[in-house]
């Protein structure tokens, strides 16, 4: 584990009860809360000439939004629309406003972004202020029709048609906010959105009586980094279990021990090696590993396809995540979407 996933590890640790850590802060969570209500009363939202959905959430850090996204961006594809992408674009050398493709490198767009342009194929911009993300994008599409914003719930200066807030592995921690606790908006802030995604999560959130939707996933293909090639995982697993293949898996993600334990739901045996969210693979973390297989996440492949080393080791397995989303919760989002057309009218 990388000093970085252990610090991470500790922090949702503690945020996970209202112990002495999170009692010693609860003065700076007051401040906190005063302080982003106050942004949120006084900010004046803008509206893009097409409908915004936003995929955020009030945990801070990962919750499997992007693979949401992912999904409901497929979803509406398949309904017909023509869905652009906004997101923030979290570790980027800069905040200005850029379009993405997919030859751009993590570094100057974000590993999110970049996945989802890869995954998706539709038109993807960043930008710390969503609106100069979101008008960068039209005008570079204009057959857009609907935006997604990853992330931003947050964001007020957005103004958005549907709010679908995911909650993850963690859940809601021990309820409080930053720093006190893992929350950057209190959990009453679920009473608010249209919707609320589970995401591999037995949260009961017995608080809001805003609409549930679960989010199931599973693993798709196992594509070899260096060469292309596509596997079936469970014919991956095989492979490793009667070749006695010494094998690693590795993941630079918000919850790692969810990638794991799917992993070994494979019943593929193998170490295990967290790198803290968002790694960004300027060095080698393999480098001198005695495995023979190295399995890692898609949104780690991304960074690693730059790297010079890493992109043609044939050690490196990328595996891929499929994410359902209950149709019902696809069918409340496209009768928004048709209703906030009919407004701009």
Not at 28 to 43: D, E, P, Q
Not at 84 to 103: M, N
Not at 315 to 321: A, E, H, P
Request: aromatic content about 6%.
């Amino acid at each position: 584990m990388s000093p970085r996933a252990a610090l991470e590890g500790w922090l949702h640790h503690q945020w996970s009860k209202r112990g002495l850590f999170a009692l010693s802060l609860s003065p700076l969570s007051l401040l906190f809360y005063a302080i982003s209500g106050y942004k949120a009363r006084h900010t004046v939202p803008e509206t893009l000439p097409v409908p915004v959905v936003v995929v955020g959430n009030i945990y801070v850090g990962g919750t499997g939004k992007t693979p949401v996204t992912i999904a409901l961006v497929n979803a509406l594809k398949a309904a017909g629309y023509h869905p652009g992408i906004i997101s923030r674009g979290f570790g980027r050398r800069d905040d200005a406003p850029r379009l993405v493709t997919v030859d751009c490198e993590a570094s100057l767009v974000g590993d999110e972004p970049l996945l989802i342009a890869k995954e998706t194929g539709v038109p993807v911009a960043v930008g710390r202020a969503r609106v100069d993300a979101g008008r960068l994008l039209l005008d570079a599409h204009p057959e857009v029709d609907v935006l997604l914003s990853d992330d931003g719930l947050q964001h007020r200066q957005l103004a958005r048609d549907v709010e679908l807030a995911v909650v993850g592995a963690r859940g809601l921690g021990n309820g409080w906010v930053l720093p006190a606790g893992p929350l950057r908006e209190g959990p009453s802030r679920l009473d608010e959105v249209d919707a609320i995604v589970l995401n591999t999560t037995d949260e009961a959130i017995v608080s809001s009586r805003t609409p549930r939707y679960v989010a199931s996933s599973c693993f798709g293909e196992a594509v070899q980094l260096a060469t292309g090639q596509r596997v079936d995982v469970d014919d991956l697993a095989h492979e490793i279990e009667t070749q006695g293949l010494n094998t690693l898996a590795a993941a630079g993600i918000a919850s790692p021990g969810r990638f794991f334990a799917m992993v070994r739901a494979h019943d593929i045996e193998c170490r295990t090696l967290e790198l803290g969210d968002h790694f960004n693979f300027a060095t080698n973390p393999f480098e001198g590993d005695p495995a023979e297989r190295i399995l890692i996440t898609a949104k780690d492949a991304v960074k690693c396809l730059t790297h010079p080393t890493l992109k043609n080791d044939p050690r490196l397995w990328v595996i891929t995540l499929e994410v359902e989303l209950d149709p019902y919760l696809v069918d409340l989002v496209k009768r928004r979407i048709e209703a906030a057309k009919a407004t701009r009218a």
